[in-house]
Every structure is written in structure tokens, then in C-alpha cells.
């Protein structure tokens, strides 16, 4: 569970039912929520309302997503941006990326898997807004860095805290290793990407996940982990 009382999303796509929808769903969260329907409203919401995150639809009439991120990174103001996005183009993902979005989301996706990228760059970008984080057994404390699992402090290197922390914040979605290469590694490694299965095991013995049920491999896809 995280708290997020407090924390301002401003929620940008010119479908009302989506935005209706998410916003029931984030409020019930705790987040402080505005709207917007198109472009040129949420740049004039976000001016006011200086929110820490902005869901922002790419395909809109008049200013799209893409002016609109190009806009708010223009201000100089530190904002995290999740891209919304119609279709899976590696065109459109680079495109955002590029102009500043820190993620994107493929609809249509899950509640919780929207939740799980909010926190995450939550934790990235707005460390000190977030208190202590429960994640089923897991207890997540950014400023000690720190992991507690069944009351115990994990006694882990710095790589296997930032992979585990990883996997934690994205429990429920499986991770290729491509991906946590490039999200815990770096872009800039040119190992052997069999290494993530060394760093796996090791956290799986000090997790006593034997049969692992915390963290599954998915054969060819890569890993999830479970905290239902």
C-alpha cells in the first residue's frame, strides 16, 4: 500500500468516459485529481494547479499530447509525465521520450498497472513527498534505502537492492530482462544478460524463496512477482 494523500495528478484526454473512470479511481486512492479535455485547458490547469504528475493522452484535437509535453517541459517545472498512447508504436513511445515524457501506457491497461508507473516515478522524481511504502511483505524506505521483508532488514549490495526495489514497484508486471537491464544496469552495459538470473537467485536465497512463489519465471518472457 502507498500513501498518497497529498500528491497532485493532473489527468489530460479529450474521452470523458476514461477521465471519469480514472479519476474515481485515483481519488479513491488519495491523490488530489484535475482535469483537463484538451491541450490548451491543461496547460492553463497545470500553470495553476502545479501538479507532481500529468497522465497525458497523445491523441487529442487541436494541441496533442506531444505539444503539450514539449509546453510543460518548457517551464522549467519538475513534472513527471506518463504518456497515454492508442497503439504500441515504438514510433510514438521514442517520440515522447524524446520530448520529455518520463513513461508511457499502452491502452487499453490495467488500474493497477497505471498505479504501479505513478509510484514509480513518484519515487524517482518526488522521493520526500512519500513516507514509508508497503508492498504486501515488502516495507520500502527510499531515504535509508532500505528493504524490509517479514519484518527483517534485507542485507543486500546496492545492485540487488535497485533490482529488487525494481521488481517491487512493478509487481504484477512481467519484466523481460531486456528491461531490467536497461532500468537497473543502465543502457550503457554491455554484459552478458544472463547476469540478471545471477542477481535473481541470490535475492531469491535471501528471501528464502525457494519454490519462488515471490518472484516467478515465466519462461521466455521473463519475471513477475506475486504479492497477492
Known amino acids: 500500500m502507498i500513501f498518497f494523500q497529498g500528491i497532485k495528478i493532473l489527468l489530460v484526454d479529450d474521452e470523458p468516459n476514461i477521465v471519469q473512470f480514472?479519476?474515481?479511481?485515483?481519488?479513491?486512492?488519495?491523490?488530489?485529481?484535475?482535469?483537463?479535455?484538451?491541450?490548451?485547458?491543461?496547460?492553463?490547469?497545470?500553470?495553476?494547479?502545479?501538479?507532481?504528475?500529468?497522465?497525458?493522452?497523445?491523441?487529442?484535437?487541436?494541441?496533442?499530447?506531444f505539444e503539450v509535453c514539449t509546453a510543460l517541459r518548457a517551464t522549467g517545472d519538475?513534472?513527471?509525465?506518463?504518456?497515454?498512447?492508442?497503439?504500441?508504436?515504438?514510433?510514438?513511445?521514442?517520440?515522447?521520450?524524446?520530448?520529455?515524457?518520463?513513461?508511457?501506457?499502452?491502452?487499453?491497461?490495467?488500474?493497477?498497472?497505471?498505479?504501479?508507473?505513478?509510484?514509480?516515478?513518484?519515487?524517482?522524481?518526488?522521493?520526500?513527498?512519500?513516507?514509508?511504502?508497503?508492498?504486501?511483505?515488502?516495507?520500502?524506505?527510499?531515504?535509508?534505502?532500505?528493504?524490509?521483508?517479514?519484518?527483517?532488514i534485507l542485507e543486500l549490495s546496492p545492485t540487488e537492492y535497485e533490482l529488487l526495489r525494481f521488481i517491487i514497484l512493478n509487481h504484477g508486471i512481467v519484466l523481460s530482462k531486456s528491461l531490467i537491464l536497461d532500468k537497473v544496469w543502465g543502457y550503457q552495459f554491455g554484459g552478458?544478460?544472463?547476469?540478471?538470473?545471477?542477481?535473481?537467485?541470490?535475492?531469491?536465497e535471501k528471501l528464502n524463496d525457494k519454490e519462488h512463489k515471490l518472484i516467478r519465471t515465466l519462461r521466455g518472457a521473463g519475471y513477475r512477482m506475486d504479492l497477492s
Open 22 to 65: 480514472l479519476e474515481l479511481g485515483l481519488v479513491n486512492e488519495g491523490f488530489d485529481i484535475r482535469t483537463a479535455l484538451d491541450g490548451e485547458a491543461a496547460l492553463r490547469e497545470a500553470a495553476h494547479f502545479q501538479p507532481h504528475v500529468v497522465i497525458l493522452d497523445i491523441m487529442m484535437p487541436g494541441m496533442n499530447g
Open 78 to 152: 519538475n513534472i513527471a509525465v506518463i504518456m497515454l498512447t492508442a497503439k504500441d508504436e515504438v514510433e510514438d513511445r521514442v517520440k515522447g521520450l524524446t520530448l520529455g515524457a518520463d513513461d508511457y501506457l499502452v491502452k487499453p491497461f490495467s488500474f493497477s498497472e497505471l498505479l504501479a508507473r505513478i509510484g514509480a516515478r513518484l519515487r524517482n522524481q518526488f522521493p520526500n513527498l512519500l513516507g514509508e511504502t508497503v508492498y504486501g511483505p515488502f516495507r520500502l524506505d527510499e531515504r535509508k534505502k532500505e528493504l524490509v521483508y517479514m519484518d527483517s
Open 192 to 204: 552478458d544478460e544472463n547476469i540478471v538470473e545471477v542477481y535473481i537467485r541470490s535475492i531469491r
